[in-house]
């Protein structure tokens, strides 16, 4: 299975680990640590070195409760940083909602927006129609960052994850995108409680009913904290955990911070695939 994006086509038959690189002050894991784009940007080659396939830039921390950053601010952080990314030879994927950054990074040669939103942001499909080569990852949101877990989704959230992501990638579809470059999230820690997410985990695989590659983030969320009982600082092993037991149940695509222990986790779970 391929992923084609604007200057990559990626293969997906060896699960690919995408980098975390977040250029804010304030994401609940990492924030301030590589605001700078030099810090940024030396961030960005460690995580090659240590295995990424893929970086995904941010400049806007999107954890429960956090205001909305203006347009120029985030222009601001993110735009220098993909102008230097894009030559490191990897596929670069920025994590923004707002068209106008979409527009901005994709002109620089970004490969893949990746949307909390699901391009429900006016304009935003737009931009992505008028770059037809670019890859896109839908990612189901229960309301919206500052109040999604204020009241997280009730129900059986399986069917509703699902049914929220095969109508946006229709959608999409239906806008000329082609269904090779849009990947699903179906957006761990996104207005769902605890036990919601791990119900996404378990049953994952009616997600990939769909007919879409499934992109995943556990990473040092909340809800490993929960079980584990371990502050965000302290949640790299189960975080790694989390990565290995969404690829085996499916995943194409696992976004990660801890790239290097990811990479040789999954190492050993493929060795295990060879000889199964």
């Not at 119900?199 to 007919?211: C, T």
Request: proline residues 6%; charged residues 20%.
């Amino acid at each position: 299975m391929i992923w084609q994006t604007s200057r990559f086509s990626i293969d997906l038959e060896r699960p690919k680990v995408m980098g975390i690189v977040n250029v804010t002050p304030d994401s609940f894991s990492d924030g301030g640590r590589h605001a700078s784009t030099i810090a940024a940007l030396r961030h960005c080659e460690q995580l090659l070195k240590d295995g990424a396939d893929i970086l995904d830039i941010g400049g806007e921390s999107t954890r429960p409760g956090s205001p909305a950053v203006p347009l120029d601010e985030e222009l601001a952080r993110v735009v220098p940083l993909v102008r230097e990314a894009v030559a490191l030879g990897v596929p670069i994927s920025v994590d923004t909602y707002k068209p106008a950054v979409m527009r901005a990074v994709l002109d620089l040669g970004a490969d893949i927006v990746n949307d909390i939103w699901a391009l429900r942001q006016p304009g935003a499909v737009a931009v992505v129609a008028t770059h037809p080569q670019c890859g896109v990852c839908l990612m189901h949101m229960h309301r919206d960052p500052q109040t999604m877990q204020a009241a997280p989704m009730t129900g059986d959230v399986v069917p509703q994850v699902l049914s929220f992501l095969e109508l946006h990638a229709h959608n999409l579809q239906a806008q000329g995108v082609k269904k090779d470059q849009i990947l699903l999230d179906p957006g761990i820690g996104f207005g769902k409680t605890v036990e919601q997410n791990f119900a996404l985990l378990a049953r994952q695989n009616d997600l990939l009913g769909a007919g879409y590659p499934l992109l995943v983030g556990w990473s040092r969320k909340s809800s490993l904290g929960a079980v584990a009982g371990l502050d965000v600082d302290q949640r790299m092993v189960p975080s790694v955990a989390a990565a290995v037991l969404a690829v085996d149940r499916g995943a194409s695509v696992v976004r990660v911070h801890d790239v290097r222990e990811t990479v040789a986790a999954l190492a050993v779970w493929s060795a295990m695939q060879r000889t199964g």
